[in-house]
């Protein structure tokens, strides 16, 4: 039987799950195609790391390390659900529940000290941030808005928040000593094997990796970010925005560059607080109170300190901060978190478009938008940003119902670039020099560098590269658009990566004949303009762009043009031959979840996971031969559709359709397309009365699905919830159920016989 297996996450993709995944696994099963599930939920990752320490009855496969086995078989096909890159204090709200639950898990060590506690934080380290898509990303990405999506957004415009030509919003980014412009790059001349090492300013050797292992034509590269500099750079921006009555935000990554951003966030609350830091730094700090898990970390803290009298000082003196600094942009005033409350809040490729949108504002403390500095530390892809910003600022906001489209094709395979580079990302602990060293002993490259700064080195295979160029004009070629590539041609990485576009760009054996295809190579600036320029005029450009900027762009572009990144079609054509189908962003799921919980209505859109298991079958249909996964796909695709222009996706308020009955609709009309195509007149004839019956019942299911809106629920747990428990939260409505278990039950049978 042929098989797709759909990933368990977490947040509102999994509440979502417990609801679609029994109408998925119905009707694909009647093309013979079993729907498995493996989780890979933090929660999951958390259990797996600890499984053999862990009593019997209750240790967990690790499905993560079994997944990235099946990436790189030519049958996989995975649809991935966007899951918690966890920061800490998320990962430290996810063990204290499972603890709660009754697991025995070791808490989150701060500073570890003893072997055990050196090898739990080893384990927890390895799950939080960007675990799972590196792991799974054996592929590159082909990233776009799909036409359906797309019409709608014309039709239906989301709100754009006006433009002044006086706007203050602007950039704030590092012009030296940060990684952008100390990055040095090598390609490796044959299979070796690294090391990198500290010699420190007395000339004593500490090895901070032993072993890193490259292959011949792979491009490695080394930078650092020097803590002074982010230092003097910080306090000058915090200066600026108090002087210039404008905002002050921070705009990182702490989830997917998890140890680095981390890092930098601290530098950031240390910056904005430092009266505070040098008053009381020598009790802040030795305690880890360093603000690298936020502000809101550092105020629990003081909970713990003896001196209840000194406690209550600081935190009189972190408000007095906030009244004598600038203006703190706000996650949610009406609450009192700020930008600096949780590193995990405000992700910059999600916040910087959202700011955008609304007119470059972000909300102040008395919930009123205002003009906004975003500063972003390192520089290498800030520029992007205020490309934009001045753009809106001359010519207005973006009109989606007359704007082209900025589809993506992103180099991520095999943990390219700088998301790969967690592992090899240190904090320095001493003055000194930095080296990476051959096999031979010889240094490829070097750095000076200083106690505390951040020093990477990361990672782009040949094999990687090469795919993306040929998928870059594949897309070109199948769509008559330009191809730019982004590349910057200040940064080493880039320049390297440029030599080898050049050279495959020129290999008809790969990519075939490129005689009459508009691609280009330009810097990320002029990239950005041209593309902004093109959508503007209502035109198509297709960005070649490398791991991170990929991650930036399929939320930039997509939230002006769609109002969500959700709504993107993500396709991972992966290099042995498979396919991953991810399914949109995850970054409003958390407010997602609360409103289930407090009023039972859920408004996640699961349209992400409707166009990816289009995809997925029309796989299936390749690779197995499969002549009824296409119908599928096709009426799966034109009920989607449907669900968009008759106005059935989630509203965002209850007494309305949530995501409970869009599924209804979807399930509903996916059963009329089936049960009315004379392709296969035995697929009609098994879903002409699902349709029949779904359809005769719509008020019945209406009533049963809005009547349980309006209170609180339980799910037993929010990193891990019941089963039982969530189900009957998100199955409320007997009928629907019924009619869909019941095709299950009819799949079975014709199994059977």
């Not at 359709?657 to 869009?662: A, Q, T």
Request: aromatic fraction near 6%; hydrophobic fraction near 40%; charged fraction near 25%.
């Amino acid at each position: 039987m042929a098989r797709i297996i759909y990933t368990r996450t977490d947040e509102a993709p999994l509440l979502a799950t417990y609801s679609l995944l029994p109408v998925i696994q119905a009707f694909t099963g009647t093309a013979g195609v079993e729907v498995e599930t493996r989780d890979i939920s933090l929660a999951a990752r958390i259990l797996a790391a600890f499984s053999d320490l862990l009593p019997e009855d209750q240790r967990v496969p690790d499905t993560l390390a079994e997944l990235e086995q099946i990436t790189r078989s030519p049958e996989a096909n995975i649809i991935k659900l966007p899951n918690i890159s966890a920061s800490v204090p998320q990962l430290k709200a996810a063990v204290a529940e499972l603890q709660a639950d009754g697991y025995a898990l070791p808490d989150y060590p701060d500073e570890p000290v003893t072997d055990e506690e050196k090898d739990a934080r080893a384990r927890y380290d390895s799950v939080k941030g960007s675990a799972v898509n590196p792991v799974l990303r054996e592929g590159n990405s082909d990233r776009r808005a799909p036409r359906a999506v797309k019409n709608f957004a014309r039709k239906h415009p989301h709100h754009m928040g006006a433009w002044s030509s006086d706007s203050k919003t602007n950039v704030a980014t590092m012009s030296e000593g940060d990684f952008r412009h100390n990055e040095k790059s090598v390609i490796i001349d044959g299979d070796d094997t690294l090391q990198i090492r500290l010699v420190t300013s007395d000339g004593s050797v500490t090895v901070l990796k032993e072993s890193l292992p490259v292959l011949d034509k792979e491009i490695v590269d080394a930078t650092v970010l020097h803590a002074a500099a982010l230092d003097g750079f910080l306090a000058a921006q915090v200066r600026r925005a108090r002087e210039e009555g404008v905002l002050f935000s921070a705009h990182l990554k702490a989830t997917m560059m998890k140890v680095s951003d981390p890092i930098i966030f601290g530098h950031v609350v240390r910056a904005f607080f430092a009266d505070v830091f040098d008053r009381y730094g020598d009790t802040l700090l030795p305690r880890g109170l360093n603000g690298e898990n936020g502000l809101a970390a550092i105020l629990s803290g003081l909970d713990n300190l003896e001196d209840k009298a000194l406690a209550e000082e600081i935190r009189a003196a972190f408000e007095k901060g906030f009244a004598e600094g600038p203006a703190i942009a706000m996650v949610n005033s009406e609450k009192g978190i700020t930008n600096l409350h949780v590193p995990s809040d405000v992700i910059v490729d999600a916040s910087m478009p959202a700011m955008i949108r609304t007119s470059g504002h972000m909300w102040n403390r008395d919930n009123q938008e205002q003009d906004t500095l975003a500063v972003i530390p390192d520089s290498s892809y800030a520029g992007v940003y205020q490309v934009v910003i001045d753009d809106c600022r001359r010519n207005g906001a973006f009109d989606p119902t007359t704007m082209g489209t900025v589809p993506n094709v992103g180099l991520m395979a095999q943990k390219a670039e700088e998301y790969g580079s967690h592992d090899k990302t240190f904090r320095i602990p001493a003055d000194g020099t930095v080296e990476v060293v051959n096999s031979a002993g010889e240094v490829l490259m070097s750095h000076t560098v200083a106690t505390g700064d951040i020093w990477r080195a990361c990672q782009a295979k040949d094999i990687p590269v090469r795919d993306w160029v040929k998928l870059a004009v594949t897309r070109a070629r199948a769509t008559g658009d330009p191809a730019v590539f982004w590349l910057d041609p200040t940064r080493a990485h880039d320049r390297n990566i440029r030599s080898k576009v050049e050279e495959y760009l020129g290999d008809t054996d790969l990519v075939g004949d490129t005689e009459g295809l508009d691609i280009r190579i330009l810097s990320p600036e002029e990239a950005c303009q041209l593309s902004v320029d093109r959508i503007r005029a209502g035109k198509n450009t297709i960005s070649v762009t490398g791991n991170v900027l990929r991650d930036y762009l399929t939320d930039l572009f997509p939230i002006m043009e769609l109002g969500t990144s959700a709504k993107m079609l993500s396709i991972v054509p992966l290099i042995a031959g498979g396919g991953l189908f991810e399914t949109g962003a995850g970054g409003s799921a958390p407010k997602h979840v609360q409103q289930l919980i407090e009023e039972d209505y859920l408004r996640w859109d699961s349209l992400g996971e409707s166009l990816a298991l289009a995809e997925s079958l029309r796989k299936l249909g390749e690779t197995d031969d499969n002549p009824r996964t296409p119908i599928l796909a096709d009426a799966l695709d034109a009920a989607t559709e449907r669900v968009l222009n008759e106005d059935k996706s989630p509203a965002r308020r209850i007494g309305d359709i949530d995501n409970r009955g869009s599924h209804y609709y979807l399930a509903s009309f996916w059963a009329r397309n089936l049960a009315d195509q004379t392709t296969d007149p035995e697929l009609a004839e098994i879903f002409t009365p699902v349709a029949e019956a779904l359809e005769s019942n719509l008020e019945t299911i209406k009533t049963e699905m809005r009547g349980c809106q309006g209170h609180p629920v339980d799910l037993g747990g929010y990193y891990l919830p019941d089963d039982e428990k969530t189900s009957a939260v998100m199955r409320p409505s007997g009928t629907f159920n019924d009619i869909i278990d019941g095709l299950a039950a009819r799949r079975r049978e014709l199994a059977g016989s």
